[in-house]
């Protein structure tokens, strides 16, 4: 089971690595660097829809329990 203590390591990793956060119900989020993500206790927060500027559009935020698995994605995928 993946928790905040997870997802906090995972996005401090030094040099960061791309990877995708797949949920119970189908859906999956790129996470492309280390800005677009915040871990709270029981979610996480994801910018998603990033401008031309690199500014986030929108927020969807996702309950951990519903987490499944992290993949690791290429840069190249994350581009």
């Not at 089971?1 to 995972?10: F, Q, S, T, V, Y």
């Not at 690595?17 to 492309?32: E, H, Q, V």
């Not at 927020?59 to 994350?78: G, M, Q």
């Amino acid at each position: 089971m993946i928790n905040a203590k997870d997802l906090k390591e995972r996005m401090n990793v030094h040099p960061f690595k791309p990877f995708r956060i797949c949920l119970s119900d189908g859906k999956a989020y790129d996470i492309t660097n280390h800005d677009m993500m915040m871990v709270k206790p029981n979610a996480v927060l994801i910018g998603i829809d990033i401008n031309s500027d690199d500014l986030v559009e929108r927020v969807a935020e996702c309950a951990i329990i519903h987490i499944t698995r992290l993949e690791d994605i290429s840069p190249a995928k994350a581009a």
